[in-house]
Nanobody
């Protein structure tokens, strides 16, 4: 069955870095876009980044304005893993981070949660001194 498992969260000081991983199984990762979302207490789930399915050797990437220039999404289809490198972390980045598989047919920007059909369990990221 389809599974997505996040890892790499933790506690980091402001200005620090973390790399999140999303390990995929039960489907061919190459064919699907993968998104990262986050949800802070009392807030709605928001899209952070998305990477398109692999078209040859090139995948398009999209970022929320709040993380542009600080976060980088990438994929390694051979390892069936999508990464989110997070640099220059801020306290407002504190949230549970989720990766999700985007439904076929949705292709641009990050999109809304309903455009995604399978979700991981989430990994906590806390940015605090």
């Amino acid at each position: 069955q389809v599974q997505l498992v996040e890892s790499g969260g933790g506690l980091v000081q402001p200005g620090g870095s973390l790399r999140l991983s999303c390990a995929a199984s039960g489907f061919t990762l190459d064919y699907y876009a993968i998104g990262w979302f986050r949800q802070a207490p009392g807030k709605e789930r928001e899209g952070v980044s998305c990477i398109s399915s692999s078209e040859g050797s090139y995948s398009r990437t999209y970022y929320a304005d709040s993380v542009k220039g600080r976060f980088t999404i990438s994929r390694d289809n051979a390892k069936k893993t999508v990464y989110l490198q997070m640099n220059s972390l801020k306290p407002e980045d504190t949230a549970v981070y989720y990766c999700a598989r985007r439904k076929l047919g949705y292709v641009s920007l990050i999109g809304a949660p309903y455009e995604y059909d399978y979700w991981g369990q989430g990994t906590q990221v806390t940015v605090s001194s």
